[in-house]
């Protein structure tokens, strides 16, 4: 009888400790390095869908969490059309994807996005995440977030997860170019030199 | 660190002034020390590079910390600053500091933040970190953060737990008390 109730104690208290240590322990999950990324099918701006397998001829992608509402990625706006100018040629076009709950945030809705692609003159197709179940798979936590991928024989393989560049602020004082590295490493057939790298973002808003 | 020496005297100066004022506080009501504040025109921001942050994140005094790092154009940050606000009421007398860390923008300082700050009567302490190279100090903040905000540390000595999420205030007490 007292094993017994040793036992439930024993077990009382691992669920307690669990309970308390979970949240403190916080990680996202989503693709690591070195995973397949699932393809996706999501509605353009233009109203069609798209989906990795729509490009036959890439080489791999730039997929860029971005959104309408958030400062920091407007202030990387401009990057991210010119990561485009500079990569689609090269087989890495961008593929923006839209993942905030538009009813949370309505500046961020299709009507919203179709303008603000329009002003900024957009290259690439800006996505909306409508069901939300794409940027849980990625692991993408906040805007911007970027995902390079590489296409291989078994999928398209994560290769890098992060930021840009290390200076939002000002493009002209960025030193590292981590997104551009990346690219410019998987075309040449090397590895890429940082995998991951941090950088501030507005959470995703589900 | 950009100007080491003027900056560690004005930790000094502000950690002596809040104790003075904590001191004045217990004297006082409080619709005394709103209207002193409110008469207070202008203040200057505390602005630091993540170096001239990292003491603040890393005190050893007995005190329990509670670091949320925040901004003006962060909604749901906005959304949850009463609960810290409210925390730092009910907590300030028991060894309990809540710091306020913005992330705005430095061009948005006087535009936004600084009337931001007044409008809404911060009792807080609130500290600015201004550091564009954000990769190389997320990871120090937490290996866990992803670098979304609101993010929040709450620590004692060495004791100290990270959480990538929003708070409702219960939420908030909830993980206050453990420490």
């Not at chain 1, 040629?89 to 709950?101: D, F, H, S, T």
């Not at chain 1, 009813?103 to 603000?116: E, I």
């Not at chain 2, 002034?17 to 203040?43: C, G, I, M, P, R």
């Not at chain 2, 890393?58 to 606000?85: H, M, Q, R, S």
Request: hydrophobic share 35%; glycine share 4%; net charge neutral.
């Amino acid at each position: 009888m007292s094993t017994t109730i040793k036992l439930l104690t024993l077990a009382f208290v691992t669920v307690l400790s669990v309970m308390f240590t979970t949240p403190t322990n916080y990680t996202t999950d989503g693709y690591k390095i070195g995973d397949i990324a699932e393809d996706f099918s999501l509605k353009n701006i233009d109203g069609k869908k798209v989906s990795l397998s729509n490009y036959k001829d890439a080489k791999g992608f730039i997929i860029t969490f971005t959104c309408n509402t958030c400062p920091y990625a407007v202030m990387y706006e401009d990057r991210i059309v010119a990561l485009d100018k500079k990569y689609a040629p090269k087989g890495y076009p961008v593929i923006a994807i839209m993942p905030n709950n538009t009813s949370v945030v309505p500046g961020d809705n299709l009507q919203a996005m179709k303008q603000r692609a329009a002003e900024k003159g957009f290259t690439f197709p800006y996505l909306i995440d409508e069901n939300q179940d794409v940027y849980p798979k990625f692991g993408a936590t906040k805007t911007p977030h970027v995902f390079v991928l590489k296409k291989t024989g078994i999928g398209n393989i994560v290769k890098y997860i992060g930021a840009i560049d290390d200076n939002y602020k000002n493009a002209k004082a960025v030193t590292t170019k981590y997104v551009e590295n990346a690219v410019d490493a998987l075309i040449n057939g090397n590895e890429v030199p940082e995998k991951e790298t941090k950088a501030i973002g507005c959470t995703i808003k589900n | 660190m950009k100007i080491s020496a003027s900056v560690f005297l004005a930790i000094i100066l502000l950690s002596c002034n809040s104790k003075v004022e904590q001191k004045a506080v217990d004297k006082t009501d409080n619709v005394a020390q709103n209207e002193a504040e409110l008469k207070t025109q202008d203040f200057d921001l505390e602005v630091y590079d993540f170096e001239g942050l990292s003491p603040l994140l890393n005190k050893t005094d007995g005190k329990t910390y509670v670091i949320n790092f925040w901004a003006t154009w962060c909604a749901p940050c906005v959304k949850e600053l009463p609960y810290f606000e409210k925390l730092q009421a009910n907590y300030n007398s028991k060894n309990v500091e809540v710091i306020l860390v913005s992330l705005d923008f430095p061009h948005q300082y006087e535009t936004k933040l600084k009337p931001f700050i007044k409008t809404h009567n911060l009792k807080s302490k609130v500290v600015v970190l201004d550091d564009a190279d954000a990769n190389s100090w997320i990871p120090k903040v937490s290996e866990n953060w992803s670098g979304s905000i609101p993010a929040t540390i709450i620590y004692k000595n060495n004791k100290r737990g990270f959480y990538e999420q929003s708070f409702t205030y219960d939420e908030l007490e909830n993980e206050l008390q453990k420490f």
